[in-house]
């Protein structure tokens, strides 16, 4: 009886019958094999599926009432549904939903929270959180909307590189409402820089230090500053301010022992916008004295040292200096450490590692090359994250561009050249993105490869060849490619024609190319600041943050778009900005005689930030979204279309 029931089983589960069927049977075994697994097994699943099937039904219905406008109903559902599953993250978010379509913001913004919290990493809740936070505006500092980026900020990795970016500027912004952070700017004001805390009164004193306790707790404020460059003036006036009156009361041990998490986190700030604040005399003294204490072992207690490097370490790095050498890391705060001092210390073995390729003898290169020996780019720690792996041709068809010849598809392996890589961003993120690639790497500057190396031994990415040398040497590769990047390169060589020729030369018959040039249009704002800047000799890092300082106290310029330039908030990006050893400026024209001269094809530019249906909205029409022509009438009326640069894509015919 008992295997006949069993046979039963096998036989109705085989030809998937109905599941209540099946549950029938196995509960009438079970009543007299209780303890049998393989039927108890089958039992759970039925249950869970059946679950299943109820919960999605229940979702088909909650998205049917939200499309009716049926919000009562949707939100009814949807409390009911939590109670019997709290963990779920799909109807936290859904809810969310519900609550915006209602504007009940408040309360939407907890149930985004709640789902992210409970899975981060599931990609549309938390965007949904991202998406709420990035367009909501409120007119005072609420914790909700704190706790919000709180959670996001928790889990930077996840994020990537631009929304990272995109959602601290954001946070930062909204901070500002913040009752600390309005208490300082009265201090900090518009003169930071000259700010004398000698003239200050004790009571002020007292206060900004109580302000500045009450920052070092703001999670929010920490997270923000923590890993990212600051992107915003104000912020960057109080963040200077707070570094220099932390400074100079250093011996104040009461003090600056309660703020130590705020110390290291000003100096992984600073390491990350690569030391860019306002650095006044009154500063400059106390480092030399502090620095003068640590170099010749005036400080003994362990815990004063470690404090002092930190202090230090909020206006230079130490990887390089005797100072580190002598005390144990152990002693020093883990990502502190981990960030600023072992980081750079790996990168310096990693370049020795690199091989080069060629004879750097072009004047221009050289000089380009030592710029970004001293100022690689562009820092960065997270890439920007891909969820799914996708192959070349998948990769290449989700572009929209118009391709003569689709024989490059039919390669089992393809070579990518990405020439000018700098510190490794976008080849590290082609490296992970499309698996049927084998890349070659090439730069100048071996202190970029070095931070490449690093980051692809961190990322466990193997598919990549980092080589030294200059793209006037690409002969020398003796190689042919399938794929050519080059990514805001070409414009700072002597001649760029040379440049893409000699690309040129090493991309294979039907093999794509993509070029990323400055616009002259876009960046005309730009130009008086460059002006400014070669009437003056700008060379060591202290000269470059004294011009910048004279760019944020300046009223003369007639163009203040500059503080809304990312690349305005770093020393390497600034340099790169407007001081740069080399630039030349593109126009469409321009790019049409390159590509006429090269026999390429033009087949489009990079769809980023919604270009095509902008072009497609203003022609009624996407007729002409392949001809130059159109694209330059375009530019023409709406300027800043290219302000990140032309980014186009040909194929060698
Ligand atoms: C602005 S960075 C861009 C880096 C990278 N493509 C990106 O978008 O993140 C320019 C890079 O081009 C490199 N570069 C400039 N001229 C070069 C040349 N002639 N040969 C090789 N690399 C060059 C520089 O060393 C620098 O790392």
């Not at 869970?48 to 919000?71: E, M």
């Not at 562009?378 to 041709?393: C, E």
């Not at 010849?405 to 700098?422: P, R, V």
């Not at 094809?601 to 009624?620: A, S, W």
Request: charged share 25%.
């Amino acid at each position: 009886m008992s295997q006949n029931l069993l046979y039963k089983i096998d036989k109705a589960v085989k030809q998937n019958k109905d599941p209540n069927e099946i549950a029938i049977i196995c509960r009438q075994y079970l009543s007299k094999y209780p303890k049998n697994i393989r039927v108890l097994n089958i039992l759970k699943n039925i249950k869970l599926s059946q679950n299943k099937q109820i919960f999605s039904n229940h979702i088909l219905k909650l998205k049917q009432y939200i499309k009716s406008n049926q919000l009562q109903n949707a939100y009814d559902l949807s409390l009911e549904l939590i109670k019997t599953d709290d963990k779920n993250p799909l109807i936290y978010s859904i809810t969310g939903d519900i609550l915006v379509k209602s504007n009940h913001f408040l309360e939407a913004l907890n149930y985004y929270i709640k789902s992210a919290k409970i899975d981060p990493h599931f990609e549309k809740i938390n965007s949904k959180l991202y998406d709420f936070l990035m367009t909501t505006n409120p007119s005072e500092y609420m914790d909700e909307w704190a706790a919000g980026f709180e959670t996001l900020l928790s889990n930077k990795k996840h994020l990537g590189h631009t929304k990272l970016n995109l959602i601290t500027t954001k946070a930062i912004k909204y901070f500002k409402l913040n009752q600390t952070f309005k208490n300082l700017s009265k201090y900090s004001g518009n003169s930071f820089v000259s700010s004398n805390l000698k003239k200050m009164s004790e009571n002020e004193l007292t206060e900004i230090k109580e302000n500045i306790l009450t920052l070092s707790s703001i999670k929010v404020f920490l997270l923000c500053i923590e890993k990212c460059r600051v992107c915003d003036i104000q912020a960057e006036k109080i963040l200077t301010f707070v570094r220099k009156f932390i400074l100079l009361n250093i011996y104040d041990e009461v003090f600056s022992i309660k703020i130590n998490n705020l110390i290291e986190i000003l100096a992984l700030n600073s390491f990350f916008n690569d030391y860019i604040f306002f650095i006044s005399e009154e500063e400059t003294i106390k480092l030399n004295e502090i620095e003068n204490k640590l170099q010749f072992n005036k400080i003994r207690k362990t815990q004063d040292k470690v404090s002092k490097i930190l202090a230090l370490s909020m206006y230079r790095n130490l990887s390089n200096s005797p100072i580190i050498k002598n005390l144990k890391p152990e002693y020093l705060p883990l990502k502190f450490y981990k960030y600023c001092i072992s980081n750079p210390f790996k990168e310096k073995k990693l370049i020795k590692s690199v091989k080069t390729f060629g004879k750097i003898e072009n004047k221009v290169s050289s000089k380009v090359k030592n710029q970004y020996e001293i100022f690689p780019y562009p820092q960065w720690i997270y890439s920007d994250t891909y969820l799914q792996k996708t192959n070349f041709k998948e990769y290449i068809n989700t572009l929209g561009l118009k391709l003569s010849n689709y024989n490059i598809f039919k390669k089992f392996e393809k070579s990518i050249l990405i020439a000018g890589c700098g510190t490794g961003k976008e080849t590290v993120e082609y490296g992970e993105l499309i698996n049927d690639i084998n890349i070659t790497a090439v730069d100048l500057s071996s202190k970029s490869l070095g931070y490449a190396l690093r980051k692809c031994a961190e990322l466990k990415i193997k598919n990549i060849n980092f080589l030294q040398g200059d793209i006037l040497n690409l002969q020398d590769l003796n190689k042919t490619f399938d794929l050519v990047m080059s990514n805001g390169v070409i414009h700072h060589m002597e001649d760029p024609n040379a440049g893409v020729t000699s690309i040129n030369n090493c991309l294979k018959k039907n093999g794509l190319l993509k070029l990323s040039l400055y616009s002259e249009i876009a960046r005309r704002n730009l130009l008086e600041y460059q002006d400014l800047a070669k009437s003056e000799k700008i060379i060591s890092h202290l000269q470059l943050r004294n011009f910048r300082n004279k760019i944020i106290k300046c009223e003369d310029f007639k163009s203040k778009q500059i503080l809304d330039f990312g690349d305005f908030y770093n020393s390497s990006t600034f340099k790169d900005l407007i001081l740069h050893e080399q630039e030349h400026t593109f126009n469409i024209q321009k790019i049409k005689e390159l590509v006429k001269r090269l026999n390429l094809k033009f087949c489009g530019f990079q769809n980023t930030r919604g270009l095509y249906n902008k072009f497609i909205q203003h022609f009624r029409s996407s007729q002409n979204l392949y001809d130059l022509d159109y694209w330059a009438e375009f530019e023409e009326k709406y300027p800043d279309t290219f302000s990140s640069m032309y980014q186009f894509w040909c194929q060698k015919i």
